[in-house]
């Protein structure tokens, strides 16, 4: 430092108030920090107790409402311990799942090797409740003959708490939202009760669990594993692996901007105590009043450069009708917006250094009234963001509402892949082929996790969620092939989860489907899940059972037992499948069963089908083959 003796003083003074100033700024965030570290939800862990013996002779129910003592399910086979509940609306459903996606993958089987068992830590829960949970738990574990190794318990409050506290499992329940907040995974534990082994989390890994599970068969136990508790707490925050790193860099990207307007405002004021007249902050604003004089070398040289960067088409091909469209208001928004960031941030810039203490710029009164300038400001922009709003909301309907007609392709997302297929059967994966200039809808579902369908040239993104079918559309304007990804992580493998879509002049497009047409077309294929689904033992007439027929139902107006009338349309016919007493038909008994985890959602696809070619004249796929 060069500056004389009282300059430096001075300097300290101000350094030292600034210091103050900066902590008093950043002391919210620290504290916030420490709350996030700190257990999300105070009184919720997993604690490890390895080797504990739990309380065998607590008393609960099974599924089917008879009560038991713990110890029922211990004698010789190792357990695999879930808690949860059955209205859990967020981890619980995961871990059940992530735990059967794991246990499918073992050599041992449930019931033969081990027995699974899953407490409520809910004392309102039902057994019927816990039987539901059992039928989608095995239904997805898909093994044959193993659901006598599937427990599911239900049971006092103090029963739960007992259990609990001997396995460390501290929840704690939320009366305002009627959740319970708790931490996710399983235990192993040991034939005799003992705990063995912990497995936190939700992801697991078989070959682990495998030998925690021989462990324990031979009465051993395992050690405490490290692993950061996930929390099922809607409204207190899950607590990952990253949470801390995402802290500390917002913590130093803070202290740096903070250190960086301070610094600023010290140098600008050290500045100004060595030249008071003319500062380098009026040097500043000396160059832009030049610059807005007249243009300069420097202005002439760099502008056509940052023309052309700017003005490069940043975006990916526009290879859809919808395509110029999202591009022109994405484009729109980005320069309204970037006028008005500029404009404001610019003009602080400038009134701030212009117009700073001690400056000698002018400062007449003011002589306009300023509530109209205000007025005209707020109306200016209120009109100008309503635009976009309209102007959004019509391409966002013109996205969500399919045409009549076209072509409708199916595809089924699972881990990791695209399963398209086409209306006379041809099949393809990782692949769309598509006709040029023909609008094309996608009728779409996933079996597993939520993914979702994204084609960039298309502008199309349109997510993908098990249990559910959801449309898109588009109209391709070029021939080529485009990029299809999967845009929703879904696991491991969801970077590969890309393919292409083959846009082919509709002659070429023709050609390319009939060289497909030695299969079954869907519908064809749903009739033989028709029959092989035993559907058609009581839906084919006549039958022994008094079943709505299905013929020309597709597409009409079908009123139900308690008065209301329902179009069948796909989603109909897939609720009828999977939640049959939801609509039930005017004169018929609830007698369908529901085949929610029997009938994977690529099988609803044809079956709906084949429902909907009944609704054709002369249009019964039994006797017809696919037309090319
Ligand atoms: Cu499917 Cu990511």
Redesign the pocket.
Known sequence: MSTGAGHNGFFRARGARCIAFCVALLAPLLTARAAALAPAAPGVSFDQRIGEQLPLDATFRDETGTPIHLGTYFDHQPVVLVFGYSRCPQLCAVVSNAAVQMLRVLRPSAGRDYTVMYVSIDPTDTPRDLAALKRRDTGRYGRHGTASGWHYLSGSEASILRLTDAAGFHFTYDPRSKLYAHASGFIVVTPAGRIAQYFLGIDYAPKDVASALERAAAGQTGSTVYSLLLLCARGIGISGRYGRVIWVTLEIAVILTVLAVFGGIAWMLRQERKSPRRSAASHVAARIDARASGPRGLYHGVAPLIFAFAFRDWLPPRASTLAPRVDLIFWSLVGVSALLVFGLVGSNLYFLIRYRRGSLAPRPPVKVRTAYVETAWITATTVVFLAFFFWGARIYLMEERPPAGGLVVAVT?R??MWDVRHENGRREFNELHVPLGEDVRLQMTSEDVI??FFVPAFRLKQDVVPGKQVTAWFRATQAGTFHLF??????TV?SG?IGDVIVMPPEQFAEWLSRGNAMENLAQRGRRLFLRYNCSGCHDQPAAVHAPPLAGVYGSLVPTRDGRMVRADDAYVRDSILQPQKDIVAGYEPLMPSFQNVIPESDILDLISYVKSLAEPNADPRSRRAQP
């Open positions: 997302a881990q990791w993914h979702s999967c845009a929703e992580y879904c696991g969801h989860m």
